[in-house]
Nanobody, 124 residues
Framework: QVQLVESGGGLVQAGGSLRLSCAASGRTLSSLTVGWFRQAPGKEREFVAAISWSGSSPYHADSVKGRFTISRDNAKNTVYLQMNSLKPEDTAVYYC?????????????????WGQGTQVTVSS
């Protein structure tokens, strides 16, 4: 099993930046893909970005490409989401998720492990 804990959310003005962290523990992580999703009130949970614990390049949703960057620090068992040029539409609860196969998927059903979420609020 995998345990995921998000942190780094908060309140920021439009145009500002935040860095979210996802600390992973439990089973071996070398074969995992870790993704970030977000969910605003009244909206579906949507894919943001994903990265394999080892190997190939990360993938970002079109809505955040060029503004958000997913990265990892294997020594700290942590995946990060650097969010720049934040917009009010980015306001949501951000969730870290993981799946065992090292294949990047964008659907929520493909991820079996989820963190508790961290709130990001961007003021206009």
């Amino acid at each position: 099993q995998v345990q995921l804990v998000e942190s780094g959310g908060g309140l920021v003005q439009a145009g500002g930046s935040l860095r979210l962290s996802c600390a992973a523990s439990g089973r071996t992580l070398s074969s995992l893909t870790v993704g970030w999703f977000r969910q605003a009130p009244g909206k579906e949970r949507e894919f943001v970005a994903a990265i394999s614990w080892s190997g190939s390049s990360p993938y970002h949703a079109d809505s955040v490409k060029g503004r958000f960057t997913i990265s990892r620090d294997n020594a700290k068992n942590t995946v990060y989401l650097q969010m720049n040029s934040l917009k009010p539409e980015d306001t949501a609860v951000y969730y870290c998720a993981a799946r065992a196969p090292p294949t990047i998927l964008t659907g929520t059903d493909g991820y079996g492990y989820w963190g508790q979420g961290t709130q990001v609020t961007v003021s206009s």
